[in-house]
C-alpha cells in the first residue's frame, strides 16, 4: 500500500497545510483568503465546514510574490 494520493482531489489541501507551506499561521491564511481584491487562491467548499485549496494553485501564487 502507497501513501501516495492520486486522482481527482490528490492535488487539494488543508488550511494547515497551506499555513505550512507558506509558514504563516492557519489565521494568517484566512486573512489572506478573505481580502476580497486579493489574488490568493479560492478555496473549494466540500462541505459546509471542509474547505480545501489547490496545491499547485498556492504554490503558483507563492512563487508570483517572491518574483515581485
Not at 489541501?13 to 483568503?33: D, N, Q, W
Request: glycine letters at 4%; a positive charge; charged letters at 25%.
Amino acid at each position: 500500500m502507497t501513501d501516495t494520493v492520486t486522482g481527482q482531489g490528490a492535488d487539494l489541501i488543508s488550511i494547515g497545510e497551506v499555513a505550512a507551506i507558506l509558514s504563516v499561521s492557519k489565521t494568517t491564511v484566512a486573512r489572506f483568503a478573505a481580502d476580497k481584491d486579493a489574488d490568493f487562491p479560492k478555496a473549494f467548499a466540500l462541505n459546509a465546514k471542509t474547505k480545501k485549496y489547490s496545491r499547485t494553485a498556492v504554490l503558483a501564487w507563492l512563487q508570483s510574490k517572491q518574483e515581485q
